[in-house]
DNA sequence: GTCTATAATACGATAGAC
DNA sequence: GTCTATCGTATTATAGAC
């Protein structure tokens, strides 16, 4: 084989490309820390993944800690760019709702491992990081609307913190525990496009069931 | 000192006290497998937590993986006898129903680093030895009175492995993100009884909102 | 039943060639 | 920008004394 075909056959990751080999290791990391958290990921097995050497790693991020962080940044940066093209003080606070609920449940279905990062975050690392992230984007936007919504009368009464750990722990519980829940009923793949859309519409329906007012 | 004074001081855990020691490690492996899961565990963490060598670990469970076993399987053993000194048919579906979100919320509450056990074996063993546990129990009394009360009329028609799965993560979500969410609000310890407390009546009243049947 | 000492390996990180 | 080779240390596990 020429040099060339070699190159060619090489195409999906251009030799010498240093962001598409960036983002090769972020995805690779991302993948290995959400499984094994900070201490439990191994260096070697990104580097695997990501198709280069450990010391390739090294060379973009120095070491894993930081790494570490790059991981967690870039979810916390995607999630901000998408809420930001949404006005939703334009819409009625019912509509907002669900339209967050949605956003919330797609998200996590296209990265269905990445909860498990934050949750690594927090028991392990008791946190440290997550303040660094100004991962709270979704929350604050979340809180506007059931203040909105309870002042105009379409929501009861709610505890508004209670409230938004409710409603994003069943959004993203579901994507946490698939794994394990798959062994109690194998038949169902709870990440076919079929199941989101079922636990997205039966998600809203349980939740505007349990916040509005009613007379 | 004398010898007998240092025998006293120790009187915490006996000297060559089988049964205590064994405790002793599982509470300590427990605690850094929830942390740390399988891999990012240390031996010699759990070695320095319950005060022995790293070879008395080795000598009660063999090795690593072992122990993460015996592990997973204690929390296993005592939500079925807590389960197991209940009659829920007892009871209406809404009581029971109560009932059972009160059991699991005060569980947690008492090892609130215990789901993450399951988030870890979850993530990072796809459920392996999830399914050898048994752990079913709390589904299945959960599943039976959601079919209960849809039958007899007190609950709306409900997907029921969905809404199981929306109860148990209003319920447990709570505690999983509660280190990340404690620097969000620094001032509230959502371990204090009284927010436990504040957090069992407000996911009773939402849970029971969601899913009551309404004329 | 528990310890000390140590073997054997796994892992993160770096140096230097290309 | 990426690789090979390697250093130093951390970690699991075992052997053998008490």
Redesign the interface.
Known sequence: MSRLGKRAAKSVRPVRDAAATQQQILDAAEQEF?????????MSAIAQVAQVTSATLHYYFENKENLYKAVLQRPVDEVQEILAQHDFDALSPEEALKQIIRIAISNEAANP?RQ?L???????N??AY??ECNV?TL?EYLLKVLERGMKDGSF?PL?P???L??I???C???F??????????PEIDRLSPEMIE??TK??IA??W???QQ?D
């Open positions: 959400a499984h094994h958290g900070l201490k439990g990921a191994r491992q498990m934050w949750f690594q975050e927090s028991s392990q008791q946190g997550f303040k709270l929350h009861r505890k913190f209670l409230t750990t409710y994003l722990s069943i993203l519980f579901y946490t525990v698939h794994e394990n829940w798959r062994h109690l009923t079922e636990h039966e998600a349980f939740i069931a349990a916040i009613r």
